[in-house]
């Protein structure tokens, strides 16, 4: 057992050819636990109680990472885990690591009324690092949590964590916050900002998701042929990006009205040429079908 940096680690895998990364917690010990020089300590606790307690050969995990970003080695890289039943073999071949912490969400586990852990910073780098590493050798299929496993019960490695999310932040994608009512930051500040540019007049950019933030969340959502649930996610986001797009040939006013007057609507408003917000056109929509107009 010794301590390797994310650095040492990955030269050390290329030498070597797993096939998926099979990713945990520990759930217990915690962050607690963990006083920043009991490394070998935790290690070692752990490798009793696999061996004593569940009849192992040896601790059950190739590596462990440490809240402070630092792995250690558990098992020898040539033998397979104790990681997920039915998946430890050739078929596989999975690198099994253990993160220290308990990542279930709080109230989803008998030690989260002590609070709950959070991956994040330096240990959440580089397990991100190390996601990457199996992205790029392998393809995004390599990476399994172990409640993906058959038969498996268990919440690992936490509710808090969604594959999918880890996934795109070691790609290097941006990933939003999802917003809905009562969410509040500067996400949602930016977001009011950006509905109040396009037309979709929420009021103030206070920050939080309130009544009128939904309203123009749903109203955003019905322009552009979204679900209008009021829950701005990626696809909402993906459509604001193009919207936010400075594009002075598009024209599309022009071509939204003579979409129209084909379909036999006609609008008579002074100020519908390409000056004219997308939110305001959707909006006077909005208005005519309410007063049966069109």
Known sequence: MKIINIDELLKELDKHNFKE???????KPTFKSFTGNNHLNLQEGMQRYHINVNGWSDIAQH???FPDGEFMTGRPFNIQPASIKGWNGSKHKPLMVEMIGNFDIKGTGSFNKFGYDVLEGIQKQNILKLIKYFINRYGESSIKFHREGPGVTKTCPGTSLNKFKL???AKGEKVYMLIKYGSKGNAVKELQSNLNSLGFNIGVTDGI??????????????????????????NSYDVLNELLKPDSTDHWAQKHYDSLKKQGLNISQTRFDDNITRGEVFSLLDDLVKKKMI
Do not use: P, S, Y
């Open 209 to 234: 998701a309130g009544d009128n933030t939904v309203e123009g969340i749903k109203a955003f959502q019905r322009a552009n042929r979204l679900t209008d649930d009021g829950f701005f996610g990626t």
């Open 63 to 65: 590596l462990t990472l």
């Open 167 to 169: 996934i795109a932040e």
């Open 21 to 27: 990364l099979h990713l945990h917690q520990t759930w």
